[in-house]
């Protein structure tokens, strides 16, 4: 397996397909997660059509159920795999060949776990993923290089703003809840505590509030003329 995975890593297809021929099994290998590190463009895209079209390996694999063991950043599938390791060339190709971009947009927009991938939103959003969503979880990150991207590529602000108003008033109402005694009642959301979410990053996410509204605000003036 390991050596299966070193052989994609480098995009050698001919040595891939001896190790099969003396035995080697791909189908235990992470082998289309490891093309992620292949840095010759055409290696890799040559190797992940070798995998795909002779070895029929599954694009949406998810290497943590092969790995059954500690959490890594670049577990998921190999397109995610291809966001974590910064490999534009082979992301775009595993698009192409089919792979689900929503499965990967997460990690390219980035959160508290995973570092963001810019480059990356823009093809996967135009791939398919979920543009507004992609939105949402940058406004969460109170990035907005990320916003920018996102809206480029076709995201509907009002959307997003209208996510906030509605977290804006279940913390409203955690507020009051809180001050009769009855904080934590169920009402199956999980914000954060409102005092924690006033104290931090108060200056970032209020710029990242106001760039949406402006955002907002010119749309509708452009609409109205």
């Known amino acids: 397996m390991k050596v299966l995975n070193n052989v994609a890593q480098l995009g050698d297809v001919e040595l891939f397909a001896h190790l099969v021929n003396r035995g080697a099994d791909p189908q235990r290998s992470l082998a289309l997660h490891a093309v992620a590190m292949c840095r010759d463009p055409e290696k890799a895209k040559a190797m992940i059509d070798h995998?795909?079209?002779?070895?029929?390996?599954?694009?949406?694999?998810?290497?943590?159920?092969?790995?059954?063991?500690?959490?890594?950043?670049?577990?998921?599938?190999?397109?995610?795999?291809a966001v974590h390791h910064r490999n534009l060339d082979t992301l775009s190709h595993l698009l192409r060949r089919g792979a689900d971009p929503e499965r990967a947009i997460d990690y390219a927009v980035g959160n508290f776990l995973y570092r963001k991938f810019l480059p990356a939103v823009g093809l996967l959003i135009d791939a398919g993923a979920n543009a507004d969503r992609a939105l949402g979880q940058a406004a969460k990150n109170k990035d907005i290089e990320a916003a920018k991207i996102c809206l480029a590529h076709g995201a509907d602000v009002s959307v997003v703003i209208e996510e906030q108003r509605e977290k804006t008033a279940r913390q409203q109402v955690r507020r009051e809840r809180e001050a009769n005694g009855t904080w934590g009642d169920g009402d199956g959301h999980h914000d954060s505590h409102p005092s924690e979410d006033d104290e931090k990053d108060a200056n970032v996410r209020t710029r990242m509030e106001e760039f949406l509204l402006s955002v907002e605000r010119t749309k509708r003036r452009a609409s109205e003329e």
């Open 51 to 81: 995998l795909l079209d002779v070895h029929h390996m599954d694009l949406e694999a998810h290497n943590r159920a092969l790995r059954k063991h500690m959490f890594r950043h670049d577990s998921g599938t190999p397109a995610r795999c």
